[in-house]
């Protein structure tokens, strides 16, 4: 897939970065040029990834370990993106992950819903509060999120 769109000169911090649908997102906005500050728990994955698009696209890639659902963590990796960016951090990408409980959406209990809050929404939510003041003190920014729930 090829955007049609040129990111070259901004850099766009994603969090939850290295699977699934996520992951495709992530390799096409470095395919368009953006640099990358990439947000995940798993290590070994993010590495991974990180040295693929490196070489793939000779992308500027940060990857930054940490759980999106660990509130300072999490606002630790975003500190640490603006740092290393600066004013050409414009992008946030809040992509964490997938939501599957094992049922269809309308037999979840309750305890199924406050999973995905804490694991899904919340993190999203604290990823834009905490990009926020760096987007308004630079003049402006872009938030793309998305969201899944799958069951077969």
Same mark, same amino acid.
């Given at each position: *897939? ?6 070259? +000169?901004?850099?766009? $911090? ?14 096409? *906005?470095?395919?368009? +040029?953006?640099?990358?500050? $990439? ?6 994955? $993010? ?14 890639? *940060? ?33 964490? +992950? ?22 899904? $929404? ?16 630079? +003049? ?13």
């Amino acid at each position: *897939m090829t955007l049609a769109i040129d990111l070259t +000169g901004r850099a766009i $911090l994603c969090v939850g970065a290295t699977k699934g649908i996520a992951r495709a997102c992530v390799e096409s *906005m470095a395919q368009a +040029g953006a640099a990358l500050a $990439l947000v995940s728990r798993d290590t070994g994955t $993010l590495e991974r990834l990180g040295a693929e698009l490196r070489e793939k696209y000779r992308s500027d890639i *940060m990857t930054i370990v940490a759980d999106a659902t660990d509130d300072s963590a999490l606002k630790a990796a975003i500190a640490s993106s603006i740092a290393h960016y600066g004013n050409t951090l414009s992008g946030l990408a809040p992509l964490v +992950g997938s939501w599957n409980r094992g049922a269809p959406l309308h037999e979840l209990t309750d305890e199924d819903w406050l999973f995905g809050y804490e694991r899904i $929404l919340l993190p999203v939510v604290r990823s834009c509060r905490y990009v926020l003041p760096h987007f308004v003190q630079r +003049g402006g920014g872009s938030i793309v999120t998305l969201g899944a729930y799958s069951y077969a």
